[in-house]
């Protein structure tokens, strides 16, 4: 249909038909105008799957690696199957538009969200963003590219100013927003929460100005949950929806505007233009049939494109891949080997069909040729494990999981459920029949029928208040506060209460939790927890160390969980969470032959590092986590990644801070983040931003690179790489660019890269484009060449660039 015949479409509606249009339906749907031809278009998280319209394990999604790990890939084309395996697992879920990827910059580790974003580097995030916006739009899905701009911690998110200069703001932060835009044509993109330099994103000028204006978007402006803090000011601005519904400031307010004249009826009519463009791309119009999407086999892409992203960190005398072949007992030790650790926490979090757990996935690569143990040593997570469907039954049905009753301010019962997990979310809704400003209390049952003698731990985490009686006698009474004011907290960083209940194998009890929702709410979120019992610290520690003494190797894998990477709040330490790394001292004493995995979706830090022999970074790899795992240990895969973010060794300097002083985050150190900020001070880091080992070597024997270039073209160079191990390999060129000059720069920047698979003992030819913008400064309003030689530095990492050659850019 033609832009024409959009905008008779909108001329056709009345003033509140089309205002109507411009907040959603509800938390996850806009509405549907059947006077011009539209269907009700649903919208869902994002980005490692597609949660749909429940927070609920009984609405299952296929889980993929975090974006840390698709960046750890380095490639293009892996990221654009992700896509694609989302906008089926969309179409599958009744899902027109993901809310998703996330590109907001690493600018420092301590960023709560980290784990959601790609990379330090804007480049490297562009490219992989613009191939994930690719894939899912091939599907027939929206892409929505967030959250614009400088969203990049979370402490004081609703409110924070990010004062950043315009340069940091153009070749850093607007950088991959603008690569995507211009090469993937998102139909979405997502104004953020925060502030940038005095106002607020969903008012801003960048919406019309530099989005629109300059690069030339024509998507949907869609406001990050709650953002539209204004009528007039945001009615005038670039923001086209206004989301969650049904009420936002627009509505009748925005009638009300545009009949006073303060709001003109034009900029209305934009918006709805807008918004039925993106209907017509994703098949909400007149009953059009959406194109065909291509599942393939999720489980076979996901264990792939999970083992493509670790990077093995190092490996001294070939450790890895395992030798299994001469062992007869392999400890597998640590709290993220038992649970698998797939995703963070916040509004990025789904429920996965199943998870494979590193002890699960390698007990089925080598269970029948060698005997695994196991213990977890120590914990990673403070908060109980939800009550699971292996230890409950439901009282009214007798089936594996919890009897959830919703009841009204009198307790009258007024609905109900069975789950499956203790940790229960309602978004919104609380179920089709049950009307949401009806519920008073939600009741939650289940039986434990005891498998061991001992103290179990229960316990209830959440905001409000709880009743938890285990066979009518009531062991937590109270109200658990929430640490700040954003009400994700209730559900990323809940207060816990426990208790300890002495219970003997054999025994049946009934647990009872009541929560008292609060006045107004429009949903809830707690999680009744529930751990059978377990050895104290100590002697956890010492079974571990006995457990890996007794063991030919031992496979460590530690880590984070979405309880400390999380939406909703900035890390206040890097360190592994608990007792970790005094496990893996204990565990190395005990035995040298010790891989270290790290199962966290940012770094972290690892104070014993030189003194292990392997360590492979996982990141949060989706659902096959245990699969890839087996894989790459036993060298049927190679741990194909690259850092996609500098490693760092120590807390503090020179990693900026996330805490605004006075409600503004100064982003004091410009176009000086990840790895230039490490040169620049001249710190050496953990492991170097583009370091990864893989399972083979190489030698790069030559590039061609021309002489000069005229300013403001494309380049393509041709780098040689020869595999020189003995097993096929996957390596990933990198190309920096230096230059010495009168303007201000990185030490050194990332200008392009190119993954390549090569044959033991072959040479590749490897083309790498090189966009003109890398030669590119941002200085008084305009993208400038400073015309004169600059160094073009080619190797496998920042710390070994093995090529160098200049460059003369012409005027
Ligand atoms: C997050 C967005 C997300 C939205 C809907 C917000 O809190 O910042 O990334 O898409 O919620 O869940």
Known sequence: MSEVDLRARVRALSLEQKVRLLTGADFWSLHPEPDAGLRRVVVSDGPVGV?????????????????????????????????????????????????????????????????????????????????????????????????????????????????????????????????????????????????????????????????????GFDGVV?????????????????????????????????????????????????????????????????????????????????????????????????LLPLNTGGMRRIAVLGPNARVARTLGGGSASVFPPYTVSPLEGLRARLGDEVEIVHTTGARSTELLDPASASLVTDPETGEPGLSVRFLDADRAPIGGEHRTSGKLIWMGSFGADVPVDAVGFVEVRGVLRVQETGVHRVGVAGAGHFTLTIDDDPVIDGVLELPGDDPIEAMVRPPQRTVGVPLTAGQEVELRLVHRVAPDAIGTTFTLGLEQPARGEEDELAHAAELAASADAAVLVLGTSDESESEGFDRDTLALPGRQDELVRRVLAANPNTVVVVNSGAPVLLPWVDDVPAVLLSWFPGQEFGNALADVLTGDAEPG???????????????????????????????????????????????????????????????????????????????????????????????????????????????????????????????????????????????????????????????????????????
Not at 121 to 149: C, M, N
Not at 227 to 243: F, I, P, V
Not at 737 to 751: D, T
Request: with cysteine; hydrophobic share 40%; proline share 6%.
């Open 51 to 215: 949660r749909g319209e429940a927070f609920d394990e009984r609405s299952t999604s296929a889980n993929t690696p975090s974006p840390t790990s698709l960046a750890a890939s380095w490639d293009v084309d892996l990221a654009h199957r992700v896509g694609r395996l989302l906008a089926a697992e969309a179409r599958r879920k009744g899902v027109d538009v993901l809310l998703a990827p996330t590109v907001n910059l690493h600018r420092s580790p301590y960023g709560g969200r980290h784990f959601e974003c790609f990379s330090e580097d804007p480049l490297l995030t562009g490219e992989i963003g613009a191939a994930y916006v690719r894939g899912v739009q091939s599907g027939g899905v929206g892409a929505t590219v967030k959250h614009f701009v400088a969203n990049d911690s979370e402490t004081d998110r609703m409110t924070v100013d990010a004062r950043v200069d315009e340069r940091a703001l153009r070749e850093l932060y607007l950088a991959p927003f603008e690569r995507i835009v211009r090469e993937a044509g998102p139909w979405l993109v997502m104004a953020a929460y925060n502030r940038v330099n005095g106002t607020t994103m969903t008012e801003h000028p960048l919406l019309d100005e530099v989005l629109r204006g300059e690069w």
């Open 222 to 318: 869609i406001s990050d949950w709650f953002a539209t803090r204004s009528t007039d000011e945001s009615g005038r601005a670039g923001l086209d929806l206004a989301m969650p519904g049904p009420d936002s400031p627009w509505g009748q307010q925005l009638v009300d505007a545009v009949r006073a004249g303060r709001v003109d009826e034009s900029d209305v009519d934009a918006k709805v233009v807008n918004l039925l463009r993106l209907a017509q791309r994703v098949s909400a119009l007149d009953a059009a049939e959406p194109p065909a999407a291509h599942a393939g086999r999720p489980e076979v892409e996901l264990r792939r494109s999970a083992a493509a992203g670790f990077v093995l960190a190092r490996n001294e005398d070939g």
């Open 641 to 811: 990644g690259r850092l996609p973010v500098t490693w760092p060794a120590a807390e503090g300097a020179p990693l900026p801070s996330t805490l605004p002083q006075d409600g503004a985050l100064d982003y004091a150190e410009s176009i000086h983040i990840g790895h230039r900020a490490f040169e620049r001070a001249g710190v050496e880091p953990a492991f170097r931003f583009g370091h990864g080992l893989g399972y083979t070597t190489w030698e790069y024997t030559g590039a061609d690179v021309p002489a000069s270039i005229a300013a403001g073209e494309d380049v393509e160079l041709r780098v040689r790489v020869r595999n020189t191990g003995s097993r096929a390999g996957r390596e990933v060129v990198q190309v920096y660019l230096s230059r010495e000059g009168a303007v201000e720069r990185p030490a050194h920047w990332l200008a392009g890269f190119a993954a390549v698979d090569v044959e033991p003992g072959e040479e590749a030819d490897v083309p790498v484009r090189i966009s003109a913008r890398a030669w590119q400064h941002w200085q008084d309003g305009a993208w400038c060449t400073e015309p004169g030689a600059f160094t073009l530095h080619i190797g496998r990492s920042l710390g070994e660039l093995p090529i160098a050659a200049e460059v003369k850019v012409e005027p």
